[in-house]
């Protein structure tokens, strides 16, 4: 069985503010990993907090810091995903990077209707809308 681990590569100092933020004009990681899962995705912040119609994670979730902030200044940030087999005696490890691009003059790209919780019969046809803010360059 594989499991992913994706983790922010990049370094920096640690930040003055709590969450750590890059809103200093100082590139740091901001993004923090999780345990090892099956899933080989990940998305930036966790799909939770884009679905609560904000894309804006918490500061804490719990009492704990989140580690999902938004990057706020043009930059270049880079992940290595880990990949485990997790094979029993013996079993193998990988890793590759990601880099991601940040513009920050451009986004977040945000669904502007519906925005509340609706349920639709199955089959039918729906208006959704949104605004690319500028994500499309």
Not at 48 to 59: D, E, F, K, T
Not at 95 to 104: E, F, G, L, R, S
């Given at each position: ?14 930040a003055t503010t709590v969450p750590n933020s890059d809103n200093e004009g100082l590139e740091r990681p901001i ?107």
């Amino acid at each position: 069985m594989l499991t992913y681990d994706w983790q922010e590569y990049d370094l920096g100092a640690g930040a003055t503010t709590v969450p750590n933020s890059d809103n200093e004009g100082l590139e740091r990681p901001i993004f923090r990993p999780y345990l090892p899962n099956v899933n080989p995705t990940r998305t930036f912040p966790r799909l939770q907090y884009i679905l609560n119609n904000a894309n804006v994670p918490p500061n804490t979730t719990n009492g704990r810091l989140t580690g999902e902030t938004l990057p706020t200044i043009t930059r270049t940030m880079i992940f290595q995903v880990i990949v485990r087999d997790n094979r029993v005696g013996g079993g193998g490890v990988n890793t590759a990077p990601a880099v991601v691009n940040i513009d920050a003059s451009s986004g977040p790209f945000v669904v502007t209707a519906p925005n509340t919780s609706v349920s639709w019969t199955g089959n039918s046809s729906q208006t959704v809308t949104w605004d690319v803010a500028n994500t499309t360059n």
